[in-house]
């Protein structure tokens, strides 16, 4: 396999199928693992980190479930491609930064992916599509107990798995879910879903833009507590947790309709014929309107285009895949008008 | 709306901090949240919260020499004023040098310093043995305790044998990791 293949395929978590998945875009559970014995990323030098690389790269490549796998090491990806990897959900973004002794590794479905010598020297995580807490859990577990076969782990029968930062101890588990809030934002219910998620030992914040933005009414939701639990506690709490915002979600979306019915028509067909009639347009003024279309999918409004065809486009509009896409790089001015010509052919405008 | 930093531009992007459980909203335009982001991130990072949770020691913090600094990991050379300030721990081992402190942030973070989630498949075993082990000693101490020195002999034997496997067993494992 080869990193161009991706291209062509689909990520498993842009389906669109899966629980919930008109509300819940995708879930997401990785776990953190260091080597026993082996200095923590941060703390190795350059000669250290290189062993350490090699020594993971070998392990990974005993495991059955890496069989086919893309092995890369970052530093040998261009720089559109490191965005594209960041775009798709399988590189975080430090990852993509400090390049120096960092491995990546694909696996052939493109749902298990691990990052080699991140802050901690494994990040293995499985994205799956709607909200499927338990099922990507499940995945993660066995190929993590599979790797531990073939390499040892930094592990303490007090501490648990042991972790470069110290809000990973224990399990190492962090699970997310992306969650599409749009009626909750809408009616200003999102900020007392922040405040209250952060007294039930979780996390919340923007998906789309950087640090707290959030573009698009896309918001990821982590547990945040990993010691003390078992994993299936964790992500009970998490998934329970989820399902609340998610039914308040749709109670919020239904009475919408029955009490301004015309205004949020008016607001989703506008933000139809925008991005079908735009000759420019932006990565963020995309995910936004994209954002209301889908909303218009499930609320009956918009019956022509499908929740599959929306999550393939925010993802191939975004600047890398855009450019991977068109096989060439593209600078920024050009790809506004480069991604409208590509969602009027998406949408079937002629 | 304006953007309420430069009110000039309106404002599209939204923000919501939350702050010891307050929060402010802030309505911005992409610019200037995009500076607010970059100024967040540069002022306030995991590592402030961490050393909030950690409780700075006044004599640590100001004017502090290698030696009142105190125990450096032998592994990776890491004193826990590194930890500090880093938010980052340098090896395995830090959390074996570090236990005590260690064992109180993590009760901070998580409310709790003990695991009881998944065992490695390398190591399990060591890690029951040791459990078992711990157990019999407790029970040895409770045996002295009581004066009940013959079956106090016994169960030194057992405890003295189960040390000697797992001593053996560790070196193995740690051989094939390297082999």
């Known amino acids: 396999m080869r990193l161009d293949d991706l291209i062509v395929k689909r990520s498993e978590w842009l389906r669109g199928e899966g629980p919930e998945s008109s509300i819940a875009m995708s879930t997401r559970v990785r776990v953190a693992r260091n080597l026993k014995g082996r200095l923590y990323f941060s703390r190795a030098n350059k000669k250290e980190r290189e062993e350490t690389l090699n020594i993971l790269f070998a392990g990974v490549k005993k495991s059955s479930f890496f069989k086919d796998a893309l092995f890369l090491k970052v530093r040998e990806i261009s720089d559109t491609d490191k965005q594209f990897l960041v775009e798709r959900h399988l590189m975080s973004r430090e990852h993509a930064e400090d390049i120096a002794s960092k491995g990546l590794v694909i696996e052939e479905k493109e749902i298990a992916s691990i990052l080699l010598n991140e802050e901690d020297h494994i990040r293995l995580q499985v994205i799956e599509s709607g909200f499927n807490v338990l099922e990507a859990w499940k995945a993660v577990d066995n190929i993590d107990t599979d790797l531990s076969k073939h390499m040892q782990f930094d592990f303490s029968n007090k501490f648990g798995y042991l972790t470069s930062c110290p809000t990973n101890t224990g399990t190492g588990l962090r699970a997310s879910v992306m969650l599409h809030l749009s009626a909750l934002a809408m009616t200003s219910q999102i900020d007392g879903v922040f405040d209250a998620i952060s007294k039930l030992g979780l996390t919340m914040r923007g998906f789309y833009g950087e640090g707290t933005e959030a573009i698009g009414d896309f918001y990821q939701i982590s547990n945040q507590v990993a010691l003390g639990y078992s994993e299936e506690d964790i992500l009970d709490n998490l998934e329970r947790i989820i399902k609340k915002i998610i039914s308040r979600e749709r109670e919020t979306r239904i009475n919408f309709l029955r009490i301004k019915k015309f205004e949020i028509e008016d607001r989703i067909q506008r933000s139809y014929g925008t991005l079908r009639s735009a000759k420019i347009i932006t990565s963020s003024e995309t995910i936004k309107l994209l954002s209301a279309i889908r909303l218009g999918i499930d609320l009956g409004i918009i019956k022509d285009v499908d929740i599959k065809k929306i999550n393939e486009v925010l993802l191939l509009t975004q600047p890398a895949h855009l450019q991977k896409v068109a096989g060439k790089e593209i600078p920024p001015y050009e790809r506004d008008i480069k991604r409208s010509d590509f969602i009027r052919e998406k949408l079937g405008v002629a | ?179």
């Open chain 2, 1 to 179: 709306m304006k953007c309420e930093m430069c009110k000039k531009k309106d404002a599209t992007v939204h923000l919501t901090e939350v702050i010891n459980e307050k929060v402010s909203k802030l309505h911005l335009c992409e610019d200037c949240a995009k500076e607010k982001s970059e100024e967040m991130h540069a002022h306030f990072g995991l590592t402030d919260l961490l050393a909030g949770l950690m409780e700075f020691d006044a004599a640590i913090q100001e004017g502090a020499t290698g030696e009142d600094v105190g125990v450096k990991c032998p592994s990776c050379g890491m004193t826990y004023f590194d930890f500090q300030k880093s938010g980052r721990l340098g090896c395995g081992n830090c959390y074996e040098i570090f236990s005590k402190e260690l064992g109180e942030l993590l009760v901070k973070i998580h409310g709790s310093n003990k695991h009881v989630g998944k065992m490695p498949f390398k190591g399990k075993e060591v890690v029951r043995e040791q459990e078992k082990l711990q157990d019999l000693k407790n029970n040895l101490k409770a045996l002295v305790q009581a004066e009940e020195f013959e079956k106090a002999a016994l169960l030194r034997d057992t405890i003295k044998e189960i040390e000697d496997k797992l001593e053996g067993k560790t070196s193995s494992d740690d051989q094939n990791v390297t082999g």
